[in-house]
């Protein structure tokens, strides 16, 4: 019983009624309850006696209505005891229930919640990521002080963890907690900087939130994520990238100076700022004058473009907001049109919109100008809707389009909507002093809507008449006495004190009528409302001032009038006004000067727009929404003067570094130019392990350093598994290892590889649909070459004086030839590069993984292949502890080098722990050039993976060694391609094929005579067994007998051409014809092999 | 960010509130009450409301307002968009969103949304990944989980929540492998008294529906991509692509889902389908008024209107009004002063219409406005803006799925004012 009543103090008598109810619905045992209260202890009694049970559907039914509970906000305190009980049960349903109930009421029980936190802290160690993740998520979210050091202790330990999901999780739980003990702060800041290093995009936008929350102050730990940041936002979640883009702008608009150029006012302050800076740059660089955009500023904006297409809204909002505060002027028009798409989106969502909208109208007219359509008002609008809308157009108007938003307001005005209709008319009124030219037409279309029929409407013009008439020097006679002719139709007291206002104002330009409506009112005064009756005071005082012959008896009736008013605001008018009007004695020198008081010439109101002063907030916040500071708004700061030190942006080596590096580090502190040095390649020299080290003169280290160096200088471009980056390293590696000839040799086969790549890109795309990817891939990869080729022209140059100054001439070549392939994201405004950065690192690994590695049946020019392709042992799962892999020739041209052979290698992880880091180490021999495939971060157990790389053979069967390299061991493998793998078909008519093989005759000609296996006679499978073991194309003969295939080699690129002559039955004549003479024996005991064969 | 959540139903009970942080006390929704009360129309409440501690962000669906509680500095249109992807994703796991099928289903409701915010900052959104943790309810699972004593509870982390595609589940298995899309247009105009059109725009969005197995990676072209003024991609899309060679490649979600929406550049004319011929009148001084409609299609391109809808919120001062349709029926509410009639079928040869007279209050002035018209209407099979498909492909799975693509035009906001 005890229970009972504490939850009835607890929950209230009403919810203990909802609850008996609850009882009676789902509980059939409680039918017969009268009593409520009884019903209801009863329920609770055996939902406890379910829980307790051993049954798990008894427990499971008893925790799904308790959450009932919770949902509809009734209190289930009471069974805390019993339900904690059940926090370690195993099925997970319940558990998961569970979790609901203890963060609901782990606050108010917070001894009995002490028990389940071994369970959790349990659970912190299971192997199943989402049990690790979702206890740390209830721990975390338990708030009692007792378990803070606890709770500090998961997060720490769950923000190394592997799984990226369980990271994301503890970027999630460090807000918690900084909440439930802000002293933490300090110890958190250190988690924080550590999740900030993530490079996993899942943890980027929860650390970004936590960020937010915890120091947003701490700007400085974002300068090293900056440049890493930019670059993944793209591929970040939507609601990452919202909180990510509204960071950055924060943090942009303190580190970089204003691009908004002079002579475009923006905002008197800022143009201020930037009239500073601009001195202040002066001393920095010789010709400050034209702005240069820091092109880290330039990255931001690149990377947030495309985002203007995102589905969701909000991200949508905030690149918007973005660059209307960070972009140069001309710039910003970008999020016009999707701006004005989200229109189309919710109600709610258009109110937001629509609000942004206007504010930013106010400033930029142009902006919107074009879309002026769409802010067109519909009858089914929701009234804010409507509201918002009209304030747009009213901004929106100028000279040239006023006569259509005129138009367009005369439907409005007579809408049935009155208040909107009353706000038309305010509208009109601000277009009327905003456009000199269309003043009169507005007033008279104003006073037209006097005869309306509805009188806030006919109020509503009266009180924008009386406005303008103000600001209108010019004499409005008739206007005020067409007023005066229907003031007595005019109820609304508002407008009929506003027209006696006029009266009174302009008194002497109707002087015969003032007197007359004096008259009236005089008649009427006791029954006006009070507003009424001010204004009939005032009028009667400046008519005496003014016409005192005809009015002095009037004015001292309503003043005696007043005087007895039950007003005492209107007895203290009058009292006050009798002073100042009527001479007498007491009165002392303040009624000489009553004309000048009451005739005074007034200023004229203002008519302006709502959100005049609505820019003093970052759009799209809730505190711009709502016009009022939100609590936690963190303002925009101004640009700075100068901008702070860019360097900072530098990533630095985060693993051991490298002694080499270090000394390039210390020279790079030296030069002040090096701000374009990252210390990136520590990492890749790591990855790279010792090879390089062995060869590491000071030369080799610092052009390696110099090649990274335009890298995007962030060290994840080189891990995020871009191609180009990885590309480019593995170039760097190389030239930097080896001689100063091979590097020439490299330089010129290479152009000749990008000349050969073109060309495979236009016969590609000439094929069939059906491998589109394929060469839209290869389009992309080319297109991607020749864009940051052009921007090599940009950064080159700046780079270029750099690094000349202390490397010998040499170490250039090879620097140049990396930047032509490398996606640069670092080039300073190079508008061609800001296509090329659209595409995410990840979004071309995951298009090379499908495009590439998942098309099996392979295209060629002219050529079936056949079959499943043959799959070699790589390496066996026995000898790789776990590790196993098989390769393949896909027998396609490799994409980033056509003089390497295409192999795809499968990595099968059999163990039983996840496989990381997996990537390719060391090679030999020397003369083998190899194109790595990107780092695989992590293998799951059974999970396999397929990758693609590249073997330059150099025609030769040589095999190629490398090692394969997880995070903990290395694996010496080695490849030995069959000959006929060195090939790539050509397709050759029969006469050239004649004419070629006449060229290699001689000692270029080797052939055999075989007895084939009489299964392998006709031709089609004759061929097939050919084009199987040689990956050739064939040629189209006119004999049956004869069939002639053509190939070249891959490396050098020498014809290779083969000649099956059938003879007799079984007899053939096999002919090899190549000048690569190794290549024709070898060749030719194959395919005598493969045709002998059964 | 989201503190609390509440939902209210029309009547203004809250019949589920859900905390992630400290538990805020109900009546914070005293001031979203308030503003209710102060609004004369349901949409009308403002959807940002400021009370002294917290901020109220709401959204109305399905007659169900949505308001979160916030705390402190946060984008409204986060909190928006997210509400809307909440109900979004009931109506997926549920059919409809009701506030009968959310307290039928509140457990579910409820471990939706614990998946989905996490201290009030968004977890899982994707409807693939929700799936693979809490599995939606049907009939046939409830039973079997009544017997088996299994779980609608996913015991392992979605795959798709670590990889780069997440918005795909793996594993996916069809034994009918089909692709469909829908190029659904909407037509927004008005139109003015004389006829003449004042604002035309197309939006059209392209809904999927695909089950495919494996992970088939897609490509859509269209004849004549340059039509597309604007788009905004559903995050499969590979941008890139579309920016190079206006060809949408993607990997699909599995099921439904909105791959692109888009805007047809206003440069373009855009064709009305319909044309409506009216004669409103009310004459001073008598208490009736003439009403007079007749509706017609026009550059329709051979293709039926269908599901014509016409409505008009007639003048507060008219009482009743004595109508008779050429074809389908019409209602009229004296309350909500609201005419609809339900036309149906456009006949070329016969065109609809609907006449007669209304009687209006005696003693009443005429009304001053006209009504406008709003009308809905289907065009099967049409695209109002050409927008054509040219070819689908898929690769990286072997098997030939069956393809379709459907076009429609509908009305969006289509207004007359007369």
Redesign the interface.
Known sequence: MSTNTSYNDQGGAEAAVEVGQEGTLTSSGTGAGFGLFSTDFKKNDDLKEMLESNKESLKLEAMKRIVGLIAKGKNASELFPAVVKNVANKNIELKKLVYVYLVRYAEEQQDLALLSISTFQRALKDPNQLIRASALRVLSSIRVPIIVPIMMLAIKESASDMSPYVRKTSAHAIQKLYSLDPDQREHLIEVIEKLLKDKSTLVAGSVVMAFEEVCPDRIDLIHKNYRKLCNLLVDVEEWGQVVIICMLTRYARTQFTSPWQEGVSFDENNEKAFYDSDSEEKRDRTEAKPYMMDPDHRLLLRNTKPLLQSRNTAVVMAVAQLYWHLAPTHEVSTVTKSLVRLLRSHREVQYVVLQNIATMSIQRKGMFEPYMKSFYVRSTDATHIKTLKLEILTNLANEANISTILREFQTYVKSQDKAFAAATIQAIGRCATNISEVTDTCLNGLVLLLSNRDETVVAESVVVIKKLLQTQPTQHSDIIKHMAKLFDKITVAMARASILWLIGEYCERVPKIAPDVLRKMAKSFTSEEDIVKLQIVNLAAKLYLTNSKQTKLLTQYILNLGKYDQNYDIRDRTRFIRQLIVPNEKSGALSRYARRILLAPKPAPLLQSAFKDRDRFQLGTLSHSLNLKASGYQELSDWPAVAPDQSVRNVEVIEPVHETVASVKKSKAAKSEDKFYSDSEGEQEDRKGSRNSSSSSNDSSSSSSSSSSEGSGSEESEEETSDESAKSSSQSEKSSSESEADQKKEKNKKNANSKAKSKAVDSESEEENNNGPMASSSSEEGSSASESSASDSDSGTEQKKSSSKSKPKVQERPRKEVSLLDLDDVTPSAPTTSKASVYSPSLLSDLEGLSLSSVSSPMQVNVQTFGPVKSHELLHHMSGKGLSARYHFPRQPFLYQPSMVHLQVTLTNTSDHPLEGLHVGDHSPASITLHRFNTVDRLEPQASVTVSMGIDFNDSTQAANFQLCTKEAEFSVSIQPAVGELLLPTSLTQPDFEKEQGKLQGMNETSATITMAASHCSSAVLSKRVLSMAHLGEVITGHDSIHRFAGRTVSSGALVLVTVEQREATGATITVNTDKTVMASMLLRDLKQALASA | ?IHSLFLVNASGD??????W???VS?SVCDYFFEAQER???P??V???I?TPHH?L?????HRIYFVAV?????????V???L?RVVDTFQDYFGVCTEAAIKDN??V???LL?EML??G???A?ESNILKELIKPPTILRTMVN?IT?S???????PTG??S???WRRTGVKYTNNEAYFDVVEEIDV?I?KSGST??A?I?GVIDACVKLTG?P?L?LSFMNPRLL???????CV????W???R?L?F?PPDGNF?LL?Y?VS?QNLVAIPVYVKHNITFREGSSQGRFDLTLGPKQTMGKGVEAVLVSS?L??GVLNANLSASQGTYTFDPVTKMLTWDVGKINPQKLPSLKGSMSLQTGA?KP??N??I?IQFKIQQMAISGLKVN?L?M??E?YKPFKGIKYMTKAG?F?V?T
């Not at chain 2, 916030?70 to 986060?78: A, G, K, R, W």
């Not at chain 2, 779980?151 to 982390?157: A, D, Y």
């Not at chain 2, 590979?238 to 692509?241: D, E, G, L, N, T």
């Open positions: 960010m809250i019949f589920l509130e859900k905390h942080k400290s538990v109900r609004a004369t129309e949409e009308n403002p959807p940002v400021p901020y962000i709401s959204v109305l669906r916030i705390q402190s500095e946060v984008p409204p249109l986060f928006i968009e997210f809307h509140v457990v409701v409820y471990e614990e996490d201290n900052f968004p977890l959104t009544t004593g779980t609608n509870v996913g015991e392992q982390l929540q670590l780069v595609v997440p008005i003015d004042i604002t725009e939006q992970m990676d490509t003024d604007d788009v905004s991609f559903h995050p590979r941008f890139k692509r920016e190079a060679e060809i490649s990997i909105r929406s805007h206003s919120q003048p507060r002035s001053d406005e009504p406008s709003n070819r492909d690769y990286g072997k906001k207004q004012r």
